[in-house]
Structure formats: C-alpha cells, structure tokens
C-alpha cells in the first residue's frame, strides 16, 4: 500500500484526536493513545511523523 494511503488515513485518525481532546480529561487520554501507538508501531514512519506534527 502507498505511503500516501497510509498518510491520509493516519490524517483522518488524527481529525477524531482533536475532537477527543475537547472533552473533559480528553487530551490526557490522546496523549497515551498517541505515547502507546508510538511504541506499539515502531516501523510505521508516516504515522509518527504525522502525530508529532499535530503536536502528539
């Protein structure tokens, strides 16, 4: 699968970490989902590179 495949879906996963975020107790909830997922899927470069530039 294309890298691009992978970018647009790791973008729109991305979309739904902000709405989390604006619940209570929300942006401590993304940010060890985006710690976890970090560390779960070490290979996946695009995935990562798309958490830290929305700021996970």
């Known amino acids: ?3 691009s495949r992978h970018r ?3 973008r ?3 979309q739904y ?3 989390i975020c604006q619940y209570p107790g929300g942006e401590e909830i ?3 989902l985006a ?3 970090k560390q779960t899927y070490t290979t996946r ?3 990562k590179e798309e958490l830290e530039q ?3």
């Open 1 to 3: 699968m294309p890298d």
């Open 12 to 14: 729109n996963c991305i």
């Open 35 to 37: 710690r976890d997922w």
């Open 8 to 10: 647009s879906q790791y």
């Open 30 to 32: 993304v940010r060890n």
């Open 54 to 56: 929305a700021g996970f």
């Open 45 to 47: 470069r695009a995935m």
């Open 17 to 19: 970490l902000k709405k």
